[in-house]
Each structure stands twice: as C-alpha cells, then as structure tokens.
C-alpha cells in the first residue's frame, strides 16, 4: 500500500497514472463502504451528455452527466452541497451529500435556483465486491486521500483534478503527474 490512509466513506480514490479506462486517471468520491461492498462515484470523467439530454423533465438544464463508473450506466445519480434546498441526501463526507428529493431537484433546476457547482450527476457508479477494493489498494492500483473536499468535488475544472489530487498528496507522489497517460510513449 503506497500510502496509509484507510478505506472509509467519504475518502477520495486516486487511480495511478497508467490504469486503463474506465478508471483512466480517475478520481473517485467513495459514498458507501460497507461490509457488503463499497460504491462511489468517478468526479472527472464527462459523460457528453447533459442532464436536459437524459431527463424528459429538465428539458433546458445544461447541467452535466458524469460517468460515475462502469456499473449500470442506465441509472442516474446525484451528489449535493445544499441540504438546506435538497432534503433526504445522506452526507458522506463534511459538506456532501449523496441523493435526496430528485423531485425538488427537478423544480430547482427548472427555477435555476441550483447551481452546478453545487450538484452533480452521475450515469451508473463505480462499486466492488466485499474486499475487492482493498484488494486493490493493497497492489497499489489506488491511492486513498481524506483530503477531498467540497471545493475539489464540485470544482467546474474537472480536467485538473486527477493531477490537483495527486499534488495534494505532498513531495512523495507529486512527480506522478508528470507520468504519460502511455508508458509506451515515454
């Protein structure tokens, strides 16, 4: 295990520099770590679609979709920052909440009372089987952070994430960004 943060809800996953799609320098905010497995959400991978293009309902909302991870693409997820417009989200880490009232969300868009950087939407997620992530950590394929925040999810520059991320990781993993996305163009 690269560094010593543990698995919890609410950490962050950082994919190392040459994993392949769909985790292709992802970064990923866990929502559930449960014994029965963990699920979360990739923040920086654009889906193409926006929310008006998948829900009949928001017919203007240009609000973007997010490929959450490989798991059933034909669902729709959402995470938020504003409890006190969105009831019933469970808050997964300080600040962020994962789902709530898709029928006050829907009046909110409508009304544009809610901004995008305080939602975002995801098509399927990202889950493991029991172990299976830590698994995965154990053979260096993720690093964990504790340090994603509010700021650093709902952040409208997705493309830098995954580097801004490792930064924030200190000295030791930083020369990781400088890594090519093909160690055969190296």
């Known amino acids: 295990m690269l560094n010593n943060i543990p698995l919890s809800t609410g950490c962050g ?3 190392e520099p040459f994993m392949p799609d769909p985790f292709k320098r992802a970064v990923i905010l866990v929502t559930e770590y449960a014994e ?6 990739i923040l920086n991978h654009l889906s193409g679609f926006s929310l008006g293009e998948l829900l ?19 669902t729709l997820h959402f995470i938020h920052c504003c409890p006190e417009k969105v009831n019933g989200g469970i808050e997964v880490t300080k600040g962020v909440f994962w789902g709530g009232d898709l029928n006050a969300v829907k009046e909110l868009i409508n009304s544009y009372t809610i901004k995008r950087n305080e939602i975002k939407f995801f098509s399927g997620y990202s889950g493991w089987d029991p172990r299976q992530l830590d698994n995965e950590i154990n053979e260096d394929s993720w690093l964990v952070t504790n340090k994603l925040n509010k700021k650093a ?34």
Not at 36 to 41: D, I, L, P, R, Y
Not at 56 to 74: A, K, L, Q, T
């Open 13 to 15: 996953l950082i994919a």
């Open 56 to 74: 009949p309902d928001v017919p203007y909302s240009e609000i973007p979709v997010f490929i959450g991870g490989p798991v059933e693409n034909d």
């Open 36 to 41: 029965a497995g963990t699920m979360g959400f």
């Open 153 to 186: 999810i709902f952040n409208e520059n997705e493309g830098f994430l995954w580097r801004n991320e490792v930064v924030n990781l200190g000295k030791r993993f930083a020369h990781i960004v400088n890594f090519p996305e093909d160690p055969s163009y190296n």
